[in-house]
């Protein structure tokens, strides 16, 4: 099935540091979704994406959807202990009016004090 | 809360058996999703349910099968159990299958196949 690339798989940060991520796929998608995920619970979405090129802040949280469609990246400013966890990029294709969305593999976040 | 309502939250069975998940969607959302989530695979879409009907179906197993009933909540159904089925499955609902919508995430259903 189709498949999101994420990057990276997991990463260590000081407290305060900034934090980027990506997402690229080999199809177009219509709608890039960014997820954080804490143990034991499901994801809850962080940022929705509609048009290519689009810039959008959720305080600390930037993301952006690609202009060719098929990237996305979020970038989080000034971490802070409770941005641990796991994020998740998720697309849905062009094709198809289901709502499926296709989900990255994850990058976890840890975040050292 | 997130208003998506899946219970059990946990369950431990033997291998063989056969085991029904149950997700209640948020209030007005037509729309249900099923997801597996294991350790290497990541989120894993199963089915998709809007009013009643089934919309979209991934890569779900023939052992595997769901439905929505007409107050809207939907079940899972996983049976002849292996080891490897072990795993969060998560239900998601949403307003509408369109682009707009985005999903909400119940906090998942953890089976364990022993």
């Known amino acids: 099935g189709q498949q999101l690339n994420q990057s990276p798989q997991s990463m260590f940060i000081q407290e305060g540091e900034d934090v980027s991520m990506n997402c690229t796929s080999s199809s177009i998608f219509n709608t890039w979704l960014w997820y954080k995920q804490d143990p034991g619970e499901g994801p809850v979405l962080l940022i929705a994406?509609?048009?290519?090129?689009e810039l959008t802040s959720n305080g600390r949280l930037t993301a952006q959807f690609g202009i060719t469609r098929k990237d996305s990246f979020l970038n989080i400013s000034a971490s802070i202990p409770s941005d641990v966890g796991i994020y998740f990029c998720a697309g849905r294709p062009i094709s198809g009016n289901t709502g499926k969305l296709i989900f990255g593999q994850g990058t976890t976040l840890q975040v050292k004090p | 809360d997130s208003g998506v309502t899946q219970t059990p939250k946990h369950l431990i069975t033997a291998t063989g058996q056969r085991v029904t998940l149950r997700c209640s969607p948020r209030?007005?959302?037509?729309?249900v999703y099923w997801y597996q989530q294991s350790l290497d695979q990541g989120l894993q879409f199963l089915i998709q349910?809007?009013?009643?009907?089934?919309?979209a179906k991934g890569n779900i197993l023939e052992r595997f099968s769901a439905q929505q009933f007409p107050d809207l909540h939907s079940e899972l159904n996983l049976s002849s159990l292996e080891l490897g089925d072990s795993a969060l499955y998560f239900c998601a609902s949403s307003a509408s299958p369109g682009r707009r919508f985005g999903y909400t995430f119940g906090s998942g259903t953890r089976l364990t196949v022993v």
């Open positions: 994406l509609y048009k290519a090129g």
């Open positions: 349910y809007y009013n009643g009907e089934e919309r």
């Open positions: 209030s007005g959302d037509l729309s």
